[in-house]
């Protein structure tokens, strides 16, 4: 009588085994379905125009920061040459303006297709000549040669000034947008050395 109870008990407990799962068999199946999931969604992420000018805007105002901390830290005067696909950033030495070609973080960049410049100094807007000041594969070539370099220097011509005392001159709005998006941002530009980000109200 009591073998036979004892032979049930355990009929019993294996068959309620069967009929759940083990913490392991829940974790693996967590695991998988968390895998599929980052994998869908980076499937069909993708970024969208708006979030494009924003990161250019960003890219910026942080590069701009950086050359104006270089220029107080180095006691040179630096520039900004804005062109209407992308800007670039010079240096002043030996009486003239040099690109920085060789520098890998503050070299020449080019906007992404269809996303434009406009820029407006201290109240005056600027209008960049497609034709004039387009860049060039050659001024975005990081490993340029002397020859390069100088005759790129020629075409030197900032419009904004960097200045070793950490003021900028003259202060600057500069708005990103792309054709047929309404949404742009400017990077703003304030004489003593403020820089941000914001979207426009347009």
Known sequence: MQANLYRSKNVISYAGREKGFTLLELLVVVVIVAIL???TTLAIRSDSAEDTIKKEAHRMERLVQLA???AILRGEEYGIEVHLDGYRFLRFTENQWLPL???KILRARALPIEMELEMRLEETEIIIDMT???MSEQELDLDADNDDETKD??????QIYLLSSGEITPEFDIRFSVLGVETS????GAFDGTLKTEISDL
Do not use: H, I, Q, W
């Open 37 to 39: 999931f980052t994998y």
């Open 68 to 70: 104006l901390e270089e």
């Open 101 to 103: 070609s060789g520098d």
């Open 132 to 134: 004039a000041d387009t």
């Open 153 to 158: 220097s020629k075409k030197a011509k900032p």
């Open 185 to 188: 941002y400017f990077v703003r």
